[in-house]
T-cell receptor, first 115, second 110 residues
């Protein structure tokens, strides 16, 4: 069966520090991978998605970047965090084509607080 | 512009009191509508996919329905463990991404 791992679960970082959040998927190959951010009172906002190694699409201009160094690994990064980067970050995967009957499968999320 | 609006924002029910959550959407060609459940501090958990108007799906006390403009999540005789935030999302034809609503926070009181 497929599983998705996301870490760390919580993170407190000072303004101006770097960030690296990692997500890995097991039990499938060539998945679509996604990074979403969830802010209080707002819907999930798509940040990046990837349909293959090295293929990254950005949805929203921001202080973040994403990379996909391996087929089932997706990394969210920042060189210098801003207060506004605080939020709940979710990684997700889907079969190629973006949806399928089971939709996305989400990771457990990372609560990032920038202080 | 593709958009999803969920109502109400919050709902408190007594155990056994049935109700419905609404998801209104506008999308340029619906590929799928998705319902998720999210517990505090956790990632969303998939519930249902609906593809076309008139389609219905059921799971335990939950039933999802779809029209051309909205979807309903009906909760029959809810229990306290049904308390969660319920999220609706749509996927437009030809795109990978989902557009999410802000969710309905459901609290079921014993």
């Amino acid at each position: 069966s497929q599983t998705i791992h996301q870490w760390p679960a919580t993170l407190v970082q000072p303004v101006g520090s770097p960030l690296s959040l990692e997500c890995t998927v097991e039990g499938t190959s060539n998945p679509n991978l996604y990074w979403y951010r969830q802010a209080a009172g707002r819907g999930l906002q798509l940040l990046f998605y990837s349909v293959g190694i090295g293929q990254i699409s950005s949805e929203v201009p921001q202080n973040l970047s994403a990379s996909r160094p391996q087929d089932r690994q997706f990394i969210l990064s920042s060189k210098k965090l801003l207060l506004s980067d605080s939020g709940f970050y979710l990684c997700a995967w889907s079969v190629q084509g973006g949806g399928g009957a089971d939709g996305y499968t989400f990771g457990s999320g990372t609560r990032l607080t920038v202080v | 512009e593709d958009q999803v609006t969920q109502s109400p924002e919050a709902l408190r029910l007594q155990e056994g009191e049935s109700s419905s959550l609404n998801c209104s959407y506008t999308v340029s060609g619906l590929r799928g509508l998705f319902w998720y459940r999210q517990d505090p501090g956790k990632g969303p958990e998939f519930l249902f996919t609906l593809y076309s108007a008139g389609e219905e799906k059921e799971k335990e006390r939950l039933k999802a329905t779809l029209t051309k403009k909205e979807s309903f999540l009906h909760i029959t005789a809810p229990k306290p463990e049904d308390s969660a935030t319920y999220l609706c999302a749509v996927q437009a034809s030809g795109t990978y991404k989902y557009i999410f609503g802000t969710g309905t926070r459901l609290k079921v009181l014993a």
